[in-house]
T-cell receptor
Framework: RKEVEQDPGPFNVPEGATVAFNCTYS??????FFWYRQDCRKEPKLLMS???SGNEDGRFTAQLNRASQYISLLIRDSKLSDSATYLC??????????FGDGTTLTVKP | NAGVTQTPKFQVLKTGQSMTLQCAQD?????MYWYRQDPGMGLRLIYY???????DKGEVPNGYNVSRLNKREFSLRLESAAPSQTSVYFC????????????FGPGTRLTVL
């Protein structure tokens, strides 16, 4: 079993839709959690950090559930420009970083 | 402030050749990382360095060596390149004032023939 697993999708949604991605992790020593966005195999860019209390930034909401060992990303009112690959990443207390394989989102007019 | 820089941007090697990928960051970050990304896959950790003078293996270290030359620089060496090492290589450093996030370089696209 992979240490970090994501639903690969692809997710094809119309503009304005709400879409949710989940990511599960197996190492309970995991300490930090993030969502990154990657466009066309360019370098990943930070989208959001993820906390147990939840983290909201405009149309994006990220949540961490430590008991069930998963993190989620919710995108509301999808825009064409949201089309990208979304990567979750987990960092353990030794600084080791593990990425999921990514979930591809395509937002269509 | 250039962030994370990588050289070269593109490279073609023949099987058995060696090369070193260079990475430097000017953000005074302690931790640095090397990843590879194959088509349709996420980033896989090759090696990381939690602080100057330390290096640790990641998920896919075979066929690679690293050097944390100083706090700024973290290089990745392929001693004898193989076609299976054809990939995009990303370097990252970890830090930040708001989040303890990773900042990525633009990547090196390596083809081994």
């Amino acid at each position: 079993r992979k240490e970090v697993e994501q639903d690969p999708g692809p997710f094809n949604v119309p503009e304005g839709a709400t879409v949710a991605f989940n990511c599960t992790y197996s190492n309970s020593a995991s300490q930090s959690f993030f969502w990154y966005r990657q466009d066309c195999r360019k370098e990943p860019k930070l989208l959001m950090s993820v906390y147990s209390s939840g983290n909201e930034d405009g149309r994006f909401t990220a949540q961490l559930n430590r008991a069930s060992q998963y993190i989620s990303l919710l995108i509301r009112d999808s825009k064409l420009s949201d089309s990208a690959t979304y990567l979750c990443v987990v960092i353990n207390n030794a600084g080791k970083s593990t990425f999921g394989d990514g979930t591809t989102l395509t937002v269509k007019p | 402030n250039a962030g994370v820089t990588q050289t070269p941007k593109f490279q073609v090697l023949k099987t058995g050749q060696s090369m070193t990928l260079q990475c430097a960051q000017d953000m005074n970050h302690n931790s640095m990382y090397w990843y590879r990304q194959d088509p349709g896959m996420g980033l896989r950790l090759i090696y990381y360095s939690a602080s100057e003078g330390t290096t640790d293996k990641g998920e896919v270290p075979n066929g690679y060596n690293v050097s944390r030359l100083n706090k700024r620089e973290f290089s990745l060496r392929l001693e004898s390149a193989a076609p299976s090492q054809t990939s995009v290589y990303f370097c990252a450093s970890l830090g930040g004032t708001r989040y303890n996030e990773q900042f990525f370089g633009p990547g090196t696209r390596l083809t081994v023939l």
